[in-house]
């Protein structure tokens, strides 16, 4: 995502619950890559991800994430017509 320039282009990130057979975290893996370089508010879900009960996530829709409230995560559009 930081060499296709990705990190230049969004306000936020959602990250899953993820670990690898090694047992390090998706959390660390993308702390170490961004380091100082970026700044924008990263939410960890443990209802979205590699997991059974997974959460819904309308690819394209624009979101507002608010890390200071409850509901972190709210859906300003439709995301379905």
């Known amino acids: 995502m930081k060499q296709n320039n990705i ?10 619950n993820y670990t690898h057979e090694s047992k390090i975290n998706l959390e ?8 100082d370089e970026y700044r924008f508010p990263i939410i960890k879900s443990e209802t979205f991800g590699h997991i059974e009960r997974k959460t819904v996530i309308p ?3 624009m979101a507002r994430i608010n890390t200071s409230e409850i509901n ?3 859906l300003i ?3 379905v017509k």
């Open 7 to 16: 990190f230049d282009q969004i306000k936020g990130l959602w990250i899953g």
């Open 28 to 35: 660390d893996i993308v702390l170490d890559v961004i380091k």
């Open 59 to 61: 690819i394209g829709t």
């Open 72 to 74: 972190k995560i709210k």
């Open 77 to 79: 559009e439709n995301c």
